[in-house]
């Protein structure tokens, strides 16, 4: 299986700046897909960025330009860099891993507990 572990969520005034970090450990024969969904009260779940195997990268319209996804392959790490945050960016981020283990030997869904973002004065 695929642990993920974030961290570095918390409190920022509109404008400021966040880093979320995501650590993929376990079984793990490849890390096809890494990114960072979010979820805000009342709403459904929504993609936020990916970036895959090769280093394409995926960003959901609302985020274009104010966030980055960065990816380590050595360390299984993914970051998300949030910039000018909005209060419309807060929301509980997940982090999200599609990986191939020695036990699901085929493309799986993997996800973080979750961290909480919230973005007020």
């Known amino acids: 299986q695929v642990q993920l572990v974030e961290t570095g969520g918390g409190t920022v005034q509109p404008g400021g700046s966040l880093r979320l970090s995501c650590a993929a450990s376990?079984?793990?024969?490849?890390?096809?897909?890494m990114g960072w969904y979010r979820q805000a009260p009342g709403r459904q779940r929504e993609l936020v960025a990916r970036?895959?195997?090769?280093?394409?990268?995926f960003y959901a319209d609302n985020v274009k330009g104010r966030f980055t996804i960065s990816r380590d392959n050595t360390k299984n790490t993914v970051s998300l860099q949030m910039s000018s945050l909005k209060p419309e960016d807060t929301a509980v981020y997940y982090c999200?891993?599609?990986?191939?283990?020695?036990?699901?030997?085929?493309?799986?869904?993997?996800w973080g507990q979750g961290t909480q973002v919230t973005v007020s004065p």
């Open positions: 999200n891993a599609v990986a191939v283990t020695t036990i699901r030997q085929y493309n799986y869904d993997y």
């Open positions: 376990g079984s793990i024969l490849t890390i096809n897909a």
């Open positions: 970036i895959f195997d090769g280093g394409r990268t």
